[in-house]
């Protein structure tokens, strides 16, 4: 079964028309065409015959409901029929998530940001090049999914139900509709960053705030993805992982491990639903930085963050192996 075969989310179809939006915009640069046919299909399946098929099954999707979407249902119908047999199906290395660094030395983070600023200081900097430069660093402060700073926003004052100092960020969690999130909404505290994390978290609402809708942000969030993919490319085309801006999330939790944060405390900060996902999905302790300033959990959030690591000592306690003689 193919994703478009299945039940979506309203979050899920708008990223389906943004995507399919950038693959039709790339199709009428890249050739004279006038409109959507027959040669638009072929288009799409030379582009993606190096890719993984799940790759492929994510682009099928998108466009199979932009084109159903647009009144393009015959084509809908032909890119339907094509069954992926053209991608490379077995090529772990070309998968997306194989090619994300999990971490972001400081080195990277220096060079990369010295970079940004050095364009636009001299006006040279492209057209996403601040919200790239801000969103970057702020990641690395706060650990938001990139498409998170969409509907974020700034809080000043106390919370009823909220147990964290401000100023503190309320961020949709992104992955509440499929339960991988303790809930609708997180509050991360912002009282221990210094100015200089504040100005670049600050910058980012500030940037996407200027524009006029959820589907225009998304736009902004993912061009800002791919730049910051090219300037690492730039500075390192030999590296077969590239810093994205989710390496900034997982050197976030990187640095919450080696801070001493309890799992509990790190599911909070990030929006986990359980306190497993960081420790089995993201960076290793021995990859954070002690010498930064973090972010503070939301107390009250932490009773509603699954804990199932306690639950799996548990177990293992109670295993008819264990010598119960020895348990003290």
């Known amino acids: 079964?193919?994703?478009?075969?299945?039940?979506?989310?309203?979050?899920?179809?708008?990223?389906?028309?943004?995507?399919?939006?950038?693959?039709?915009?790339?199709y009428f640069n890249n050739s004279s065409a006038q409109e959507l046919d027959g040669e638009f299909i072929d288009y799409v399946v030379n582009q993606t015959r190096n890719k993984s098929f799940s790759n492929w099954r994510l682009v099928k999707a998108s466009l199979i409901h932009y084109l159903n979407h647009i009144g393009k249902n015959e084509l809908a119908n032909q890119l339907s029929d094509i069954d992926g047999t053209h991608t490379d199906r077995n090529c772990l290395i070309k998968r997306t998530s194989a090619k994300k660094k999990k971490s972001v030395s400081e080195k990277e983070a220096e060079q990369i940001s010295k970079y940004l600023f050095s364009q636009i200081k001299h006006n040279a900097a492209g057209k996403y090049d601040k919200l790239?430069?801000?969103?970057?660093?702020?990641?690395?402060?706060?650990?938001?999914?990139?498409?998170?700073?969409?509907?974020?926003?700034?809080?000043?004052?106390?919370?009823?139900?909220?147990?964290?100092?401000?100023?503190?960020?309320?961020?949709?969690?992104?992955?509440?509709?499929?339960?991988?999130?303790f809930d609708e909404y997180r509050y991360v505290g912002l009282s221990m960053l210094d100015k200089?994390?504040?100005?670049?978290?600050?910058?980012?609402?500030?940037?996407?705030?200027?524009?006029?809708?959820?589907?225009?942000?998304?736009?902004?969030?993912?061009?800002?993805?791919?730049?910051?993919?090219?300037?690492?490319?730039?500075?390192?085309?030999?590296?077969q992982e590239k810093v994205t801006m989710y390496s900034g999330r997982h050197q976030l939790i990187?640095?919450?491990?080696?801070?001493?944060?309890?799992?509990?405390?790190?599911?909070?900060?990030?929006?986990?639903?359980?306190?497993?996902?960081?420790?089995?999905?993201?960076?290793?302790?021995?990859?954070?930085?002690?010498?930064?300033?973090?972010?503070?959990?939301?107390?009250?959030?932490?009773n509603k963050i699954k804990v199932i690591e306690s639950k799996f000592n548990i177990n293992k306690i109670q295993s008819p192996n264990t010598d119960q003689s020895k348990i003290k």
């Open 254 to 302: 990187a640095n919450l491990k080696v801070a001493g944060y309890s799992k509990v405390e790190i599911a909070s900060v990030v929006g986990h639903g359980n306190d497993l996902t960081a420790g089995t999905h993201y960076a290793r302790k021995a990859r954070g930085n002690r010498s930064v300033n973090l972010p503070l959990p939301d107390k009250a959030a932490m």
């Open 132 to 181: 790239t430069l801000a969103m970057f660093n702020a990641i690395l402060c706060v650990g938001l999914r990139p498409l998170e700073w969409c509907t974020c926003e700034l809080i000043d004052e106390c919370i009823d139900g909220v147990d964290v100092e401000p100023p503190m960020l309320k961020v949709k969690n992104a992955k509440a509709t499929n339960g991988r999130s």
């Open 196 to 239: 200089y994390q504040m100005s670049f978290i600050s910058l980012t609402i500030t940037l996407l705030s200027e524009l006029t809708n959820i589907e225009e942000k998304q736009v902004y969030v993912t061009m800002a993805s791919r730049r910051l993919r090219a300037i690492y490319t730039k500075f390192y085309p030999k590296a």
């Open 1 to 26: 079964m193919f994703p478009e075969d299945r039940t979506r989310t309203i979050d899920t179809e708008k990223k389906y028309i943004i995507r399919a939006n950038q693959w039709v915009s790339r």
